[in-house]
């Protein structure tokens, strides 16, 4: 995979004339964006730290860049979706550093309407930032509970929230309660949030069907190709894990079922697959032939978690309790064993017990 060029470099490619296609070339500042999102999927797909530019180096080339830029390629490299697309699969450390470029950038934004998008993905950065750690059993059974943020992340995304609410003119926000609820009710020791949904065939998916299994929850994007590399990667889990209480959902959305059923098998997906979009009727019709609810036609996984971006995976304990989220695929790796043993205990206990 190229590294990404220095920003002077950069610069002098994107004042060059268009091609012999006529296509205008990408802006400095879009190539840059672009290097940032390339490093996700390099990292998701293990590509070694030595053949890759560190995050850090690529965000300080497109701060460079950035200050330079006018409104135009702003507008056009997505600022915002790049930070979130390259947070996908990273570790706290590189989110951090994510999420101080999107509070910098936001303020050096050349519209009101760009600075508000970038501060919304770093809510984003914020929630999955808040927790230094999962929850842990205690020795007498419990947990340990949600393990407190440090101060100064929950400070950075209550400042966040004050600044959206006051540009959206006092009214109240959707987002900022969203992302409030999600910073809540999506943190390591709280129980995961019920639902009903239906797979890709139709059938109905319950949360408490994975009560007694270890399961790792992934919001996908066909539009976010970092979500899809993460996605695709997790199977790695299922296949190591396939003889544990271990199970693999992933959840995503679409207008059109029939051509998002139909482009599954080229992903390489393992494990359930909750389609939380439209079923069309079809197959409404068919479900009512076979006795079955439509579940007013639309699944609720996504709005029972309170509409969490793509990429975001949540690990799930057999007892229904969140344990990690947003961690890396090696935290995965790690968590996912620690909690096969910690299960392996309570089922002894239990057996002692009776």
Partial sequence: MALLAPASEM???????????????????????????????????????????PVRVLLEDLRTIAAASPHEAWVASGLGQALLEASIGAGRAERRQLLQAGLELADAAPA??????????????????????????????????????????????AGLHGQLERASTGQPDSFVARSRRRATHLAPGSIGPRYVARDTS????????????????????????????????????????WDRPFELVGISDADDRQAHVESLPAKGFGGIQIYDGPIGTELVDALARSGQSSTANVSSALSAWHEPIAG????????????????SHEELDALILDLVNEHRQLLRQREQGS
């Avoid at 059938?203 to 919001?219: A, C, Q």
């Avoid at 996908?220 to 790695?236: F, G, K």
């Fill in 312 to 327: 975001t995976c949540i690990l799930v304990d057999s007892r229904g309790v969140i344990r990690g989220r947003d961690l």
């Fill in 112 to 157: 009101a309407e760009l600075a508000q998008a970038l501060l919304r993905a770093c809510c984003h950065l914020a929630e999955s930032t808040l927790h230094s750690r999962v929850a842990r059993q205690t020795t007498s059974g419990g947990l340990s509970g949600p393990v407190p943020a440090g101060g100064g992340q929950r400070r950075v995304l």
């Fill in 202 to 241: 139709g059938n109905e998916v319950r949360s408490t069907d994975f009560i007694g299994t270890i399961t790792l929850y992934r919001v996908w994007d066909a539009n976010s190709p970092a979500s899809v590399a993460a996605h695709r990667r997790d199977a790695e889990l299922l296949r190591k894990y």
């Fill in 11 to 53: 610069a002098v490619q994107a004042d060059e004339p268009a091609g012999h296609s006529g296509i205008p070339r990408p802006s400095a500042l879009s190539e840059a964006a672009d290097a940032l999102r390339n490093a996700a999927l390099a990292r998701i797909m293990a590509v070694s730290p030595h053949e890759r530019l």
